[in-house]
T-cell receptor
Framework: AQKITQTQPGMFVQEKEAVTLDCTYD???????LFWYKQPSSGEMIFLIY??????QNATEGRYSLNFQKARKSANLVISASQLGDSAMYFC?????????????FGSGTQLTVLP | EAQVTQNPRYLITVTGKKLTVTCSQN?????MSWYRQDPGLGLRQIYY???????DKGDVPEGYKVSRKEKRNFPLILESPSPNQTSLYFC?????????????FGPGTRLTVL
């Protein structure tokens, strides 16, 4: 069984600053994947970034990077140069097989507000 | 355009009145699933389907049924809805990749059971 913990229900960041959203995970699977999704106020789920448990380097996608610390079981999302459009709910999730988005376990989410 | 569609998008119903939320994808994906989203709990998987006629329970299947008679459709059935099934429901399908899957979510169905 997997578990995701997001300890920050809400976060505020000033526009153009960087922000880190925390995610810790617990899994007994030897191979697993970590995902981050964004949910704007309109409600749709938008995939942001993925990290496999065997990946040596931290994943990056544009302004998003995933700070993966395997020993600490953390997979924090870093958003650089925040924009007003980044205001949204952010979910961390894990799946039982590296690369697989099947049977994901999600965290409770972090509501990010970007201030002008 | 590749997409997952859900209908209805909003539904208010009463306890015990059977309802079906439809989900359809036009990408020929084999894997589809249903999630519910509740405040403070994130998304939780209800059921998933690996292919036509192959379905299995997720983490919170009680009170729900699904069927997969065609590859493109994966309806969610609430035979006797109760107020604790008031939630935001997402259907999703997955494109299996060489190294990473790509998950496509539907727009969501907001269900209120009175």
């Amino acid at each position: 069984a997997q578990k995701i913990t997001q300890t920050q229900p809400g976060m505020f960041v000033q526009e153009k600053e960087a922000v880190t959203l925390d995610c810790t995970y617990d899994t007994s699977d030897p191979s697993y994947g970590l995902f981050w999704y964004k949910q704007p106020s309109s409600g749709e789920m938008i995939f942001l970034i993925y990290q496999g448990s065997y990946d040596q380097q931290n994943a990056t996608e544009g302004r998003y990077s995933l700070n993966f610390q395997k020993a600490r079981k953390s997979a924090n999302l870093v958003i650089s140069a925040s924009q007003l459009g980044d205001s949204a709910m952010y979910f961390c999730a894990t799946g039982p097989y590296s690369g697989s988005a099947r049977q994901l376990t999600f965290g409770s989410g972090t509501q990010l507000t970007v201030l002008p | 355009e590749a997409q997952v569609t859900q209908n209805p998008r909003y539904l208010i119903t009463v306890t015990g009145k059977k309802l079906t939320v439809t989900c359809s994808q036009n990408m020929n994906h084999e894997y589809m699933s249903w999630y519910r989203q509740d405040p403070g709990l994130g998304l939780r998987q209800i059921y998933y389907s690996m292919n036509v006629e192959v379905t299995d329970k997720g983490d919170v299947p009680e009170g729900y049924k699904v069927s997969r008679k065609e590859k493109r459709n994966f309806p969610l059935i609430l035979e006797s809805p109760s107020p604790n099934q008031t939630s935001l429901y997402f259907c999703a399908s997955i494109l299996s990749g060489k190294s990473t899957d790509t998950q496509y979510f539907g727009p969501g169905t907001r269900l209120t059971v009175l």
